[in-house]
T-cell receptor
Framework: DAGVTQSPTHLIKTRGQQVTLRCSPI?????VSWYQQVLGQGPQFIFQ???????GRGNFPDRFSARQFPNYSSELNVNALLLGDSALYLC????????????FGEGSRLTVL | GQQVMQIPQYQHVQEGEDFTTYCNSS?????IQWYKQRPGGHPVFLIQ?????EVKKQKRLTFQFGEAKKNSSLHITATQTTDVGTYFC??????????FGDGTTLTVKP
């Protein structure tokens, strides 16, 4: 079975632009979470979605938004990009009946110039 | 808010030496998870600890959860070059909020 897939893998944007990142969870997983990982730091929680509903939100500004689709895939949108938004954006899926472990994708590396 | 601290930030060892990383939370945790991230890779789940004082072993790796459920440790016996990477702990509170530490980066000299 395929793991968590994310696209695009790398992208470069300029300040003020908007970006959409996409994630497909492992088949059968209904929960998707988004994390931001700045170089040298641990992943920071942004959002969690389960069954298309937002279940948790981290300490990020309203420029960050997300949604989950009926097929459980998800999108993360970031508006009005700032230099500080440059990071690796990780998507993770999990199975409600599992041990709670997160299965991470390879991430989308965003560079804001 | 909840904070999870990991020490040390970096650890350089000779192959065959032992390695330990420590994780401390500012609040009591319902469980703690450990992940490994290889250079250029993504975090990969290693284990989850739930019970106070729990100890789990995976081959050369030993994981402990403190009695107060506010700290944890990962010990690797006789490190190998394949152990290179950054080890993260992630604490889950009763409110369902998961917080990652900033990790301990292990380098192993052959």
């Amino acid at each position: 079975d395929a793991g968590v897939t994310q696209s695009p893998t790398h992208l470069i944007k300029t300040r003020g632009q908007q970006v959409t990142l996409r994630c497909s969870p492992i088949s059968g997983h209904k929960s998707v979470s988004w994390y931001q990982q700045v170089l040298g730091q641990g992943p920071q929680f942004i959002f969690q979605y389960y069954e298309k509903e937002e279940r948790g939100r981290g300490n990020f500004p309203d420029r960050f938004s997300a949604r989950q689709f009926p097929n459980y895939s998800s999108e993360l949108n970031v508006n009005a990009l700032l230099l500080g938004d440059s990071a690796l954006y990780l998507c993770a899926s999990s199975h409600p009946g599992g041990a709670g472990e997160l299965f991470f994708g390879e991430g989308s590396r965003l560079t804001v110039l | 808010g909840q904070q999870v601290m990991q020490i040390p930030q970096y650890q350089h060892v000779q192959e065959g030496e032992d390695f330990t990383t420590y994780c401390n939370s500012s609040t009591t945790l319902s469980n703690i998870q450990w992940y490994k991230q290889r250079p250029g890779g993504h975090p990969v789940f290693l284990i989850q600890l739930v019970k106070s004082g729990e100890v789990k072993k995976q081959k050369r790796l030993t994981f402990q959860f403190g009695e107060a459920k506010k700290n944890s440790s990962l010990h690797i016996t006789a490190t190998q070059t394949t152990d290179v990477g950054t080890y993260f702990c992630a604490g889950l509170t009763n409110a369902g909020k998961s917080t990652f530490g900033d990790g301990t980066t292990l380098t192993v000299k052959p």
